[in-house]
């Protein structure tokens, strides 16, 4: 079985805005079904106001055509579908409220917070925290929705589809904090490490996933010996087999992830340079410091792409 986890990028993207609703704890959690549904009915309309009414100058800057009211339409029914696959489970109306918040913040200021910061991780924790799983699928247990599957203390939940079928069926897994050794992918196993997705335990950079013996393997510090930059602690990369400090303006690259904050890889050159700003030309989301790149400009933030400006999603 191959199982499919392209959601952990979502939570930064307008298109799957509510990320993965894992198993939490909430004293916030509207009750009953009814309630839930009208409470995350509530949420995508509140969500689609604060970035669409306020996104004019933002979407302006990247010179893409504003129209708000496309906009929300098209936002709302966005989240409403991404939201279906949580039915349910409990919506937690404070979560949504903080989340909110935090978009009307970001749009209006036309900034957003960093790869991979505190801010960016406090941001991620709210999407992943909107539901209260109330699922009784142990891991391992056919699933078809995330509430599907059983919340397990100290551990975070989903329902992992199954590629190589329908894709419309799973199986639940559960993901722990991760450890040297442990178990990262297996196609027969449910319970496994979280190593290199920061998103789920807060684990996850301190290790990396061995692709070939599906384990997690602790990242090795600068100097050290390696044989890909996957292996190397945050902020290095693997430069002629050993762990190298990240690249500079005009340094030696060979792929995004080589250059420091503010930086890409120019590929014709091999060397780092700065990320575009929002309107400036653009042939590839990844020269753009939103990665966002749309009608050949990018983005102001990666929230604002043209479509979202547009409401044409």
């Known amino acids: 079985m191959s199982r499919s986890f392209g959601f952990i990028a979502c939570a930064v993207s307008i298109l799957a805005s509510t990320g993965v609703a894992c198993s939490s704890s909430s004293d916030d959690a509207s009750s009953g079904a009814a309630g839930s549904a009208s409470a995350a009915s509530d949420f995508a309309e509140a969500y689609a106001r604060a970035l669409c009414d306020n996104a004019g100058p933002c979407c302006k800057e990247a010179r893409y055509d504003h129209d708000a009211a496309r906009c929300r339409a098209a936002v709302v029914t966005s989240i409403r579908a991404t939201l279906e696959p949580f039915e ?58 995330q509430n599907d599957c059983a919340p397990i203390a100290g551990a975070r939940t989903l329902c992992a589809m199954d590629l190589s079928s329908d894709g419309a069926s799973g199986r639940c897994t559960a993901y722990r904090p991760a450890s040297e050794g442990m178990r990262c992918f297996d196609d027969d196993v449910f319970e496994l490490g979280n190593c290199g997705f920061d998103d789920y335990t807060g684990t996850g950079e301190a290790f990396y996933c061995d692709a070939t013996e599906k384990i997690c393997h602790s990242r090795v510090a600068l100097g050290g010996a390696c044989s890909d930059s996957e292996e ?82």
């Open 232 to 313: 190397c602690a945050k902020g290095s990369w693997c430069l002629d087999g050993k762990c190298a400090p990240l690249s500079l303006a005009n340094e030696r690259c060979t792929s995004f992830s080589d250059c420091a904050t503010g930086l890409r890889c120019d590929s014709d050159a091999s060397v780092c340079v700065p990320l575009k700003k929002g309107g400036e030309a653009c042939e590839r989301a990844d020269e753009c410091a939103s990665s966002r790149c749309g009608e050949g400009r990018c983005a102001a933030i990666s929230l604002l792409t043209s479509g979202a400006c547009s409401g044409a999603l």
């Open 88 to 145: 349910g489970g409990v919506f937690n109306s404070k979560t949504g409220e903080a989340l909110v918040a935090d978009i009307e913040k970001m749009v209006t200021s036309c900034t957003e917070p960093a790869e991979g910061s505190a801010e960016a991780k406090a941001l991620a924790l709210k999407f992943f925290s909107l539901y209260t799983a109330t699922g009784t699928g142990a891991p391992g247990a056919s699933c078809r929705k």
